[in-house]
């Protein structure tokens, strides 16, 4: 205890993915006061463990060599963690809430796991049943910020990755979403094929003239060519001379992100479409989108730590909003 | 010299692909005596030079690693060959002829190159010129022989492969074509990603439900999803437990042919389509073409061998045909 005039924190927030662990402390008015991030993602961890029932240790005893001193400092700070590590082969199964699923019920819905003196509350994923199955599993906290964070709760939200989340929300609930390995192929495209062997570089965060080409190949030769054939002429113009070999890997970003996101528009009402990614992937969105005259509203990846923080009111594990003004879910 | 009355070898033909060397020895007739097949593709091959200049010996000593009895036995026997050896980055670089291209003036370009006591002749790949490049090499052997094998000169040839040809034919001449990396695609993605790892085992020769599941899944759905997203329909139909293991591998195959075909027809006028390949992918691409009610009718990728007979006749380095009823050019 201090009678220092800083606040208390009031919850640590974890976004705990595949291959990256994200960790925030906020304050009681829900502001970030300190973060970490490590490349120690589940899978990683995980691994660590000969058994199944060795998992929750290695998980606990990674989660404590990361946020050990905000605990020590914070004795008995809820914990709320989302992602992979609520996955089955995680620290433990946190299961899914099923499509259609209205947001602020995943604090209803979240499992306890003790982790020393501390207990970490993990959020569901989300799925979608029938024909066409599809999952999701931490992009859900990411969609709550997003509510929290913009006033229109009737939108296409799209989160870019390694799996692409294309989500339809209605009303503060998300009413069905598809996945697109856009971010998966791109990485096996560059890593190790007829097409790496070209590139001299890998994309950067800037939106190129050779991504732009990309697009346009994708717009217009998209009716007769599907994806196989639209990559090879990466291929076809490098050999003819009309790529060069430092814009190869854009172009084939680009020739990606535009199949995904003319077929996407296809199944979507347009209107106005809100890209929530890192500042390297959601700038491609972007413009992919804006040449198809859709309007776009961008939300930070950092979102999360805001998704975790109204998840944690919904759950009453820290004080609820008060201030109508701020209330994000009006109905 | 011998008065035994075995025909003596007219012909050594080579497909020496950028990860196969095929070789045939034909008589006079054109039938094959004798053949020979090994991993040494030219890729291997060309590995073997520290520098370009040493590149020819290193090709000259694999042809004739492998050919040494032929040439011994029938000494001044014309060698032909296509495919990547005739790449700038194999034993010497045979150009290309520009589409439109008749078939038979493949011959009047061959690129003669040394190899000991004989000479080799190189034939020429193809190519697309205009906004959408395109290049073949390897395979313009294998249409000159489907057009030796067939009728009709006026057809879609789909050649499947790593990197699978659509060529349209009129009259003999090849009047444009495009590639698709279809096969690449599917060694990316069985290799090692999140879908390979869902998969016990590799696709296999036979047309399996989980197949046609897959061409359904790109008939019904590839207008809303683009390939990015019909692929990880694989995982999501894994993790609902309605895909076993073991048809992962299946599944993805027909979802890549399925959304190539789809586009591919879009593109090309029906009829009837001549497929080309190997037995395990031609029907795969006939069952993908009947579905979408278009004729087809097989030819062996052997066909290759032919092909470069008839080159050889076009090139006079044969005895030409003489009889009219095995004209394969009617004007």
Redesign the interface.
Known sequence: MSDAPERNAALLAVDWGTTAFRAWLLDDSGAVTDRVTSADGSLRVSERADSPSERAEVFRDAFVGRCGPWLTANPGVPVLAAGMVGSDHGWAGAGYLDVPADLRELAGRLTVVPAGESVVHLVPGLR??GP????MRGEEVQLRGVLAATTDHSATVVLPGT??K?VRLDGGCVTGF?????G??YG??LR???LSRLAARRAGPEITTAFTRGLEAAER?G???????L???A???A??G?LESGEVADYVSGL?VG??V???L??ASAGVVTVCGSPSTAPRYRHALERAGVSVRTVEEDVAALGLWRIAQDAGLVPAVSDPRTEDHPR
Chains 1, 2 share one sequence.
């Open positions: 979608v049943t066409d199955p599809d999952v799996h692409t294309w598809t996945t697109a390995m856009t998966e192929l096996l495209l190790d094929s007829t030769q009716d007769e060519r599907g994806l196989g054939a990559l090879f002429t291929r076809t113009l050999l003819a009309r990606l199949d995904e003319r077929h996407a296809q199944g």
